[in-house]
């Protein structure tokens, strides 16, 4: 069974400081996605890696894909009370279209 | 997102009734699925579809059945609800290179 571990599962930290998230697999994934999700609501997905060694940015966001496919990091800079969620990450197996979840990081920033 | 209805959003069952959960899509995508989320467990897949009529499990599967007979309906049919099966279930779509999720639908088993 493939297994994506999330560190840190909790992080609650102040308007304007940065955090890196991680998310590490023993497997191989053919790419890999992150997701936020508010209260309510179903995950959102923000970037889709496909690369070995791909960095991704989206505003204050950095997203890296690990050389061998098996694991990424989520950077924030300057964190705002908006990026509070649930962030997950997800591994597609290859020659699926299923993905493997994370656990998830809870995030709080905090005005 | 817009493209992906869940319904209901919230259901309350008795133990040992059968539930079905829709879930219909604007996308015109191949791929559905469904997933569970629970506390400490993360999104875990149920079933999932590769095309009309074409079905195949997912790592919970137990206790759950899908149909799909139209590109744009997929089902998910609880045939007799345990207490273990209250949880928010998703449904998602994909073209390829990540999901769209629906709002989800939280149900409860009494």
């Known amino acids: 069974t493939q297994l994506l571990e999330q560190s840190p599962q909790f992080l609650s930290i102040q308007e304007g400081e940065n955090l890196t998230v991680y998310c590490n697999s023993s497997?191989?994934?053919?790419?890999l996605q992150w997701y936020r999700q508010e209260p309510g609501e179903g995950p959102v997905l923000l970037v889709t890696?496909?690369?070995?060694?791909e960095v991704k940015k989206l505003k204050r966001l950095t997203f890296q894909f690990g050389d061998a496919r098996k694991d990424s990091s989520l950077h924030i800079t300057a964190a705002q009370p908006g990026d509070t969620g649930l962030y997950l990450c997800?591994?597609?197996?290859?020659?699926?279209?299923?993905?493997?979840f994370g656990t998830g990081t809870r995030l709080k920033v905090l005005a | 997102d817009a493209g992906i209805t869940q319904s209901p959003r919230h259901k309350v069952t008795e133990t040992g009734t059968p539930v079905t959960l829709r879930c219909h899509q604007t996308?015109?995508?191949?791929?559905m699925y469904w997933y569970r989320q629970d506390p400490g467990h993360g999104l875990r897949l149920i079933h999932y579809?590769?095309?009309?009529?074409?079905?195949d499990k997912g790592e919970v599967s137990d206790g759950y059945s899908v149909s799909r007979s139209k590109t744009e309906d997929f089902l998910l049919t609880l045939e007799s609800a345990t207490s273990s099966q209250t949880s928010v279930y998703f449904c998602?779509?994909?073209?390829?290179?990540?999901?769209?999720f629906g709002s989800g639908t939280r149900l409860t088993v009494v």
């Open positions: 997800a591994g597609e197996t290859p020659g699926t279209y299923k993905y493997i």
């Open positions: 497997s191989v994934f053919s790419s």
């Open positions: 890696v496909v690369t070995g060694g």
């Open positions: 996308e015109n995508h191949r791929y």
């Open positions: 579809s590769y095309g009309v009529k074409d079905t």
């Open positions: 998602a779509t994909t073209a390829g290179y990540g999901y769209t």
